[in-house]
């Protein structure tokens, strides 16, 4: 990619002060070595800029825009809140963050297993597994990643020592709440060490939310030898909100790693998953489904690079896109010369159900090995006619004939949820998200 | 029960139908035979109500025999009505579709069918013992009845999920289009049966096939032959295997000439 396109663009003068103050105060009882990496990390951000639409990885995306309005990384008052309840009833360990912050009221706290950390980084993290954080904080990333590396103010600190296996779902809740137009910044960090197992549920909501704000969210993700990690990410019921999501995620030899993005009635949404599979053997599976209507936005991007041999990943994106909503899926495979034997496999499937829709899909393949198997493909349509007939013909109304054809083309990707809670009450939500949608194009994402 | 009077219909300005008519009365089976290209499949089209047809002439009055309704404008009705009112397609080829549930879909249809006769949804137990019942009828495997609608199923297997769906309807009228084609000799003697048993006083039949063999295992009263879009000639059963030995030219022929 050419250095050109790349070109420092702006940094809103405003948070660059916002940055200074929040170091002489919020940060100020921080070790030294993290007051450092945030430095850096804004000094890379001020570099680059906000990334405009001239940067091939914003092409589709005005980032710009989002943050041409006035918001304020300045942000911590107490929210009286009480968040929804959890699609998993009682049964998962719960961390609640408002704007970027722990919500300790509805933090559920549970008995874990010998070392296991279920905790926020701010508290847990730096006071007492500082040496954990200071390995595991990365500072890659595009320029939105770094700009939460230097502005974060909390997050999840989940922590599985070698050999536990941690059955019951951890559920990070994020709620973007009040009047003010904040950006704010989540920050977590999840670490799987050898042969152990997590399963993670992020559920990002708004709530009582009277203003636009910005989440600017980034998670760290290692999931080391022989161990498994599931990780689901919501992102329903986001009005308001413009949500940026970085996601790092690095593999050691023989783990595995499945996530899935679901994002229903989100405004703005712009995912970047990028996953290095740096041991042999791994296996990762990324999926993500999307219903836009309306004036929507989502962005997926996802980067899955196989730098060791006997490495398999897959993923499948689908997305049903109505009104005048916007979709992009851009999927990059690189496989180093090292990693032969290499399988990789993409697919993203949509459907516009309007003709103001519009997706834009990109894959890209770079392969620099020889022996390995790897294939993408991409397919946008209409509802297939033949079939909808089909079922009209047996007397199904063109709207339930239309919603279990919807329906079953979603389910592919809610098939590979592997909580069975969670799977249902997403079924649910999802039929309840193309049920509206057909019959006037308008109003999925009413919130209580 | 069905009134075809001087039909004219086709797709893409191309005129298929030329003057159709037929009368079928309830408990009547009508077997339609005509060489290819003669208008077989757009009659079962244009009755099932599929939208790339376009009727420019003609009337089809549809008078189902539960209710004591009076007859009905079939051409103004839109698919999913004229299956509401007991008209059922089994399509010559079924259309798969992944990911949609046999049973599901069948429930879905058999509840909004039975809303429409002012009818609750059926009870799940009830449902599942009917399920049973109409699969045995087209000894279609339980496993087959679970899975996507006629996703991975075997020519034969879609022809026969086309008679449990029919089994499991209950049509007045059920119109079979080309559903021997593409048959072995045991599921056309299955397929058959299944029909077969399903015939009634209060229902009626139009078999639409290009080969007489169907018409062995399910006999027609009546036999239409239809040529150039409309019926040349009519007969008894007979006139099918009339049609078998001689094949369509001597029709043909007769047609021309006359």
Known sequence: MSAVLNKPVIVPAQLEGEFKTLLSKTFSSEPDWLKEKRKEAFEKFSDSGIPTRKNEEYKYTDIRKIFSEIFTAIHNEAHDLTPNPSPLGEGSIRLVFVNGWLHKDSTLSVKLPKGVIVGNLAMDGLLNHSDLLKKHLSSDGDSLAQLNSALWTDGAFIYAPENVQLETPIEIIHISTGEKEILASPRHLIVAEKNSSLSIIENNISLDLNTKVIVNSHSDIFVEENSKVQFYRLQNDCKNVSLISSTNVIQGKNSHFDTNTVTLGSEWTRNNLSIALNGENCESHLNGLFITNGTDFIDNHTAVHHNKPHCQSNQLYKGILDGKSTGTFNGKIFVERDAQKTNAYQSSKNILLSDDATINTKPQLEIYADDVKCSHGSTTGQLNEEALFYLRSRGLSVDSARNLLLYAFANDVLDTIKIDSLRTYLEELVNKCLTPALSQGEGVKKQK | ?258
Request: aromatic content about 8%; overall charge negative; glycine content about 10%.
């Open chain 2, 1 to 258: 029960m069905l009134s075809i009077k001087n039909l004219y219909a086709g797709i893409s300005e191309k005129e298929i139908l030329k003057g159709f008519s037929l009368e079928v009365k309830k408990g009547e089976v009508h077997a339609i035979m005509g060489p290819n290209g003669s208008g077989k499949s757009t009659l079962a089209n244009v009755l099932a109500g599929r939208e790339d047809y376009e009727i420019t002439s003609g009337e089809v009055i549809f008078t189902p025999s539960f209710g004591g309704q009076g007859g009905l404008n079939l051409l103004e009705m839109s698919p999913e009505d004229r299956a509401r009112e007991g008209l059922f397609l089994a399509f010559q080829y079924p259309v798969e579709i992944p990911g949609v549930s046999n049973i599901n879909f069948l429930k879905t249809a058999l509840n909004e069918i039975r809303a429409h006769k002012g009818l609750p949804p059926i009870d799940a137990k009830d449902f599942l013992k009917l399920i049973k019942e109409k699969q045995a009828l087209v000894e279609l495997q339980g496993t087959l009845a679970n899975r996507s609608v006629n996703q991975g199923f075997s020519g034969g297997e879609k022809k026969r999920n086309e008679i449990f769906q029919m089994a499991v309807l209950e049509p007045t009228l059920c119109i079979l289009d080309e559903t021997d084609s593409g048959l072995d000799i045991d599921a056309l003697r299955i397929v058959a049966n299944g029909v077969n048993k399903l015939r009634s006083k209060d229902r009626a039949f139009v078999v639409i096939t290009h080969y007489q063999r169907l018409l062995d295992h399910i006999i027609p009263d009546f036999v239409h032959v239809l040529y150039d879009g409309k019926i040349v000639k009519s007969g008894p059963k007979e006139l099918a295997l009339e049609l078998e030995k001689k094949g369509y030219d001597w029709v043909k022929k007769e047609f021309v000439e006359a």
